[in-house]
C-alpha cells in the first residue's frame, strides 16, 4: 500500500468496512474541449497493493471538472499462485458519481462485478452495467471490491480517463409494461433469476429473451447482480404473451437476495453483511418498490453466497437453483422444517420457487421454472400469487401437474390454499402429472414422506389422509437417482409443488 493512501476503517451509513484511497486530480479543471485549445482526454493511474483483510470496499476518489463529456475506466490485479484451500484474489469494481457513495444513496453508476476490466460513462450510452447519464463535475468514486485476498496481498493499477467535449443529451429509458394479454386467470411460467451482458452473463438481452420463449416461458424477471442497467435494455422483446420483469440480484458478501418485480429503476444497495444490521431496511426498499424478497440458492458453495440473514424479512425462497444439486437438497430440508414449524405454531408460511439462474450457454433459461396461478398476465398479479404460494415448481415446461385435495362436503382446495374440514374427516389427496414417465412421486406432510409410487403410465396419483394426520401435504415428482440411490442422494426433481393445507386453523 502506497504511503501516501489513507486507511479510513469507518462504518459508512452502516456499511461494511471502506478503504479510502487518495483522490485522483486532473490538471485542467476548467473543464478543456479539444475545440479551444485544450487536450481532449486525460488519464491517470493509481497503483497500490491490498494486504488479506482489507475491507470489502475501496473507495478512489476522482475529481471530475466541468467539460467532461466521459469518464472510462479500466482496472487490472496480480492472481498468485496460492495453495490448495487458501482463496486467490478477486476483486470487483464499480462507480458512484458526484452525489456520494452515501448507503441507499442516489450516486450509483453502475457496477461489473468482475465480469468486466473496463467501463465508460456519457450522458449518451454506458458499459452494460452502468447507467448513462451526464458526467456532472464534482468527487465520482470508482470503487473496488476485494473479494477474495491472496495472502500474498492484492496489487491493483486503477486507469481512469476523462473526454472532454460537449455533454451531449441521455436518451429516455423504455422499459417493459407491467401487463401483457395473456390468457386470463391461468397457471403462468416464469423463470425470475436470470443474468445477461448486464452483468456476468454472455446473453444478450434479445438472446435470453429468445431462450425464454423457447423454453415456453410466459414471462421472466432481469435479475442482474447489483445494478438495474439492464431495466431500460429490452425494448422490442415483450409481446402480448410474453412479460418482462425488473429485477435486481442483491450481492451482498452474506449471501444473495433477488428483488423480484421491482419498480423499473430503482436501485437496491448491497453494500453490508449481516453483522451492519441493513437488510431489514433493504427488504422495505424493496418491498415498497413493488417487489417481493427472495433469497436466492442460500446454500450454495460460491464464495458469499451462503445466506446469513434469515428468513423473517423474507417473501419467498429459491429452494431450486438450475440443475438440482445437493445444496438445492440442503434448502428444500431447511424450507420443509421452517414450514412444519410455521404450521405447528400458527405462524405466516413461506413460500418456495425455483429458477435457472442461466448466465450462459449451456446453462438453459426455464430449467428450473415457477408456475403461477394468477389473475392475468400481470407483475401485480403473478406476485400476489407467488406471495400467496399459489405456485409450483417444474425441471421444464414438457412436464404438467395438477395437484389438489378435497373432502367434507364437496370442499376442495388447490396449492397453496386450506382444504377446511374437521380434523377426522376423510381427505382425498390428488395429484395429475404429464411429462413425468419413469418418475416416482411422493406425498410429504408436516409428519415427514407418508407415501411414495411410481408414476403410473396415467400420470393420475391418489392418497387418502385426514387432517388430524397431515397438517398439509406437498407433492414430489422425482427422477430416479443418478447412482441407483448407493449414495442415499435422493434423483432430482421434475416437479415440487407448495403445500395444500388440511383442517380449520
Known amino acids: 500500500m502506497h504511503r501516501r493512501e489513507m486507511?479510513?476503517?469507518?462504518?459508512?451509513?452502516?456499511?461494511?468496512?471502506?478503504?479510502?484511497?487518495?483522490?485522483?486530480?486532473?490538471?485542467?479543471?476548467?473543464?478543456?474541449?479539444?475545440?479551444?485549445?485544450?487536450?481532449?482526454?486525460?488519464?491517470?493511474?493509481?497503483?497500490?497493493?491490498?494486504?488479506?483483510?482489507?475491507?470489502?470496499?475501496?473507495?478512489l476518489p476522482v475529481e471530475v471538472p466541468r467539460g467532461v463529456r466521459e469518464i472510462a475506466v479500466s482496472y487490472t490485479y496480480d492472481r498468485p499462485a496460492v495453495p490448495a484451500g487458501v482463496q486467490g484474489n478477486a476483486c470487483d469494481i464499480g462507480i458512484f458519481d458526484e452525489r456520494g457513495t452515501e448507503l441507499g444513496g442516489p450516486g450509483f453508476r453502475g457496477w461489473s462485478g468482475g465480469a468486466r476490466t473496463e467501463f465508460a460513462i456519457s450522458a449518451e450510452r454506458a458499459t452494460p452495467g452502468y447507467l448513462a447519464g451526464p458526467v456532472r463535475p464534482g468527487t465520482w468514486h470508482v470503487v473496488l471490491g476485494p473479494y477474495t485476498v491472496a495472502p500474498q496481498g492484492l496489487a491493483y493499477e486503477v486507469t481512469v480517463t476523462l473526454r472532454y467535449g460537449p455533454p451531449g443529451v441521455t436518451p429516455a429509458p423504455v422499459y417493459p409494461p407491467q401487463r401483457a394479454k395473456g390468457r386470463g386467470r391461468a397457471w403462468y411460467r416464469g423463470d425470475n433469476h436470470l443474468h445477461s451482458v448486464h452483468s456476468d452473463g454472455k446473453r444478450t438481452p434479445a438472446e435470453v429473451a429468445a431462450a425464454a420463449r423457447a423454453a415456453g416461458l410466459d414471462w421472466i424477471t432481469t435479475t442482474e447482480h447489483n445494478t438495474t442497467s439492464s431495466h431500460g435494455a429490452w425494448e422490442g422483446l415483450w409481446a402480448d404473451?410474453?412479460?418482462?420483469?425488473?429485477?435486481?440480484?442483491?450481492?451482498?458478501?452474506?449471501?444473495?437476495?433477488?428483488?423480484?418485480?421491482?419498480?423499473?429503476?430503482?436501485?437496491?444497495?448491497?453494500?453490508?453483511?449481516?453483522?451492519?444490521?441493513?437488510f431489514g431496511r433493504f427488504s422495505r426498499r424493496i418491498r415498497q418498490a413493488g417487489g417481493l424478497v427472495v433469497p436466492a440458492h442460500p446454500h450454495a458453495t460460491c464464495v458469499g453466497c451462503n445466506w446469513k440473514f434469515?428468513?423473517?424479512?423474507?417473501?419467498?425462497?429459491?429452494?431450486?437453483?438450475?440443475?438440482?444439486?445437493?445444496?438445492?437438497?440442503?434448502?428444500?430440508?431447511?424450507?420443509?422444517?421452517?414450514?412444519?414449524?410455521?404450521?405447528?405454531?400458527?405462524?405466516?408460511?413461506?413460500?418456495?420457487?425455483?429458477?435457472?439462474?442461466?448466465?450462459?450457454?449451456?446453462?438453459?433459461?426455464?430449467?428450473?421454472?415457477?408456475?403461477?396461478?394468477?389473475?392475468?398476465?400481470?407483475r401485480t398479479a403473478l406476485l400476489a400469487g407467488i406471495r400467496a404460494g399459489r405456485c409450483w415448481i417444474a425441471e421444464s415446461s414438457a412436464v404438467g401437474l395438477s395437484f389438489s385435495a378435497s373432502?367434507?362436503?364437496?370442499?376442495?382446495?388447490?396449492?397453496?390454499?386450506?382444504?377446511?374440514?374437521?380434523?377426522?374427516?376423510?381427505?382425498?389427496?390428488?395429484?395429475?402429472?404429464?411429462?413425468?414417465?419413469?418418475?416416482?412421486?411422493?406425498?410429504?406432510?408436516?409428519?415427514?414422506?407418508?407415501?411414495?409410487?411410481?408414476?403410473?403410465?396415467?400420470?393420475?396419483?391418489?392418497?387418502?389422509?385426514?387432517?388430524?394426520?397431515?397438517?398439509?401435504?406437498?407433492?414430489?415428482?422425482?427422477?430416479?437417482p443418478a447412482d441407483g440411490g448407493a449414495s442415499g442422494v435422493p434423483g432430482p426433481f421434475a416437479a415440487l409443488t407448495n403445500p395444500v393445507f388440511l383442517g380449520w386453523a
Open 7 to 59: 486507511l479510513r476503517m469507518a462504518a459508512v451509513a452502516g456499511a461494511a468496512g471502506v478503504l479510502t484511497l487518495d483522490g485522483v486530480t486532473f490538471a485542467h479543471a476548467d473543464g478543456p474541449d479539444g475545440a479551444s485549445g485544450g487536450p481532449a482526454s486525460e488519464t491517470r493511474k493509481v497503483t497500490g497493493r491490498l494486504p488479506t483483510g482489507a475491507p470489502d470496499f475501496v473507495h
Open 241 to 278: 404473451d410474453f412479460l418482462i420483469l425488473t429485477g435486481e440480484e442483491v450481492t451482498t458478501r452474506n449471501g444473495h437476495v433477488v428483488a423480484l418485480g421491482i419498480d423499473p429503476g430503482v436501485f437496491v444497495d448491497w453494500r453490508y453483511r449481516a453483522r451492519d444490521n441493513a
Open 310 to 378: 434469515g428468513f423473517n424479512e423474507a417473501d419467498a425462497v429459491e429452494v431450486w437453483n438450475g440443475p438440482y444439486t445437493p445444496d438445492d437438497e440442503i434448502a428444500l430440508a431447511e424450507w420443509d422444517n421452517a414450514l412444519v414449524a410455521a404450521v405447528r405454531r400458527g405462524r405466516p408460511w413461506l413460500p418456495a420457487i425455483g429458477n435457472s439462474d442461466a448466465h450462459r450457454e449451456p446453462q438453459v433459461v426455464g430449467h428450473p421454472q415457477t408456475v403461477v396461478l394468477a389473475e392475468d398476465l400481470s
Open 407 to 480: 373432502g367434507g362436503r364437496g370442499a376442495h382446495a388447490g396449492i397453496g390454499e386450506r382444504l377446511r374440514v374437521d380434523r377426522d374427516a376423510p381427505v382425498t389427496v390428488r395429484l395429475d402429472v404429464t411429462g413425468a414417465a419413469g418418475c416416482s412421486a411422493s406425498f410429504v406432510t408436516d409428519q415427514g414422506r407418508l407415501f411414495t409410487t411410481p408414476v403410473p403410465a396415467d400420470g393420475k396419483v391418489e392418497w387418502r389422509t385426514t387432517a388430524s394426520y397431515a397438517a398439509y401435504v406437498r407433492a414430489e415428482v422425482r427422477h430416479p
